[in-house]
């Protein structure tokens, strides 16, 4: 496909390997005239970025807002005034506690011209590299992914639908609210032994995993010291780790062929 030269795109930049962004999503972003980022999108990514394109930087960690949404959303309406190739570039898929919904919304009020380019979620990502797969037919029917953020700073989750039996939860944003999850959790009627995870930096050279159940894997975070992103799994999946692991023995190449391959074939 084209590439159209007066378009906003909204670009999922995967969950941190620079090798698992799309090659739409390259192809993309090496010809961009503006981009306009988020903090959990990497610098392997970001150097595909052409010199002469103007960075942007929106960065939201907890607590620490760069611009608020409402800014983001009309810095992009702006920006797609002007024309050219836009690319508004977020951490894992748009779509997924992205809210990618809302700046598009914003473009879409305005009639401007946008695309949307899906990208691997940290949940998938976590699951193919630290060995948890998100559905088994032993384990798990099903999957939800749950937010542990709200706005207010409360957590307030369907419980009742996160005990059921034979399904996988996975937690964005939940690191700070882990104890108080698991308890909800307990309370509401989850076995303590209930196997579960938090794995930190997913995909990447540091991906961290901690395993244990319910009951103890708060304990476990603290005394490993897990910082975000960081992603939580509450299931039996998330036992199968010790034996479907094969990421964490591997040797981390320091250069990423793959990407300087796509960013050469363009320059
Ligand atoms: N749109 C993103 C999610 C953004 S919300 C996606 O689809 O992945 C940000 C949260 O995503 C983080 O707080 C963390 O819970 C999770 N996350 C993103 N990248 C991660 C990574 N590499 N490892 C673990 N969790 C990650």
Known sequence: MDIDKNCVYLVGAGPGDPDLLTLKAARIIVVAEVVVYDHLVGNDVLALIPPRARRIYVGKEAGNHTLSQEKISRLLVELGRKGGVVVRLKGGDPYIFGRGGEE??????????????????????MAAYAGIPLTHRDHAQSCLFVTGHLKDGSIDLDWDALVRPRQTVVIYMGIGGLEEICRQLMAHGLPAATPAAVICNATLSNQRVVRGDVDTLTRRCREAGVAPPALIVIGSVAALADSLDWFSSQQMPREKYALKMVASGNS
Not at 106 to 124: D, H
């Open 104 to 125: 598009i919304a914003a473009l879409a009020e305005e009639g401007l011209n946008f695309q949307v380019v899906p990208g691997i979620t940290a949940a998938s990502g």
